[in-house]
């Protein structure tokens, strides 16, 4: 199993990203998907998730700023993010939980937010 992410990059405090990343391989069934973030010196802590049945779960620190979302037919996971601060500034990583074979994650794309 392999998840590609990108959307990443430079933006301005109150900006907006949007974040993809796509799972491929031996996928069987996906019981969750979700994005973490972790800058450095931290724990790696979870964004957001989204559960098969399409139930989500925030991080209060982003709760009416970020949207998780998943194309089913594409294996893929979204994290919309809107007015960006600087707090938010991290590498973010991606993940699939897949029901029986275990927890994957993606490489980590950037995201640098200036003032």
């Known amino acids: 199993v392999q998840l590609q992410a990108s959307g990443g990059g430079l933006v301005q405090a109150g900006g907006s990203l949007r974040l993809s990343c796509a799972a491929s391989?031996?996928?069987?069934?996906?019981?969750?998907m979700g994005w973490y973030r972790q800058v450095p010196g931290k724990m790696r802590e979870l964004v957001a998730a989204i559960i098969s049945g399409g139930s989500t779960n925030y991080a209060d620190s982003v709760k009416g700023r970020f949207t998780i979302s998943r194309d089913n037919a594409k294996n893929t996971v979204y994290l919309q993010m809107n007015s960006l601060g600087p707090e938010d500034a991290a590498v973010y990583y991606c993940?699939?939980?897949?029901?029986?074979?275990?927890?994957?994650w993606g490489q980590g794309t950037q995201v640098t937010v200036s003032s």
């Open positions: 993940n699939v939980v897949l029901d029986p074979d275990g927890i994957y």
């Open positions: 391989g031996s996928i069987g069934s996906i019981k969750a």
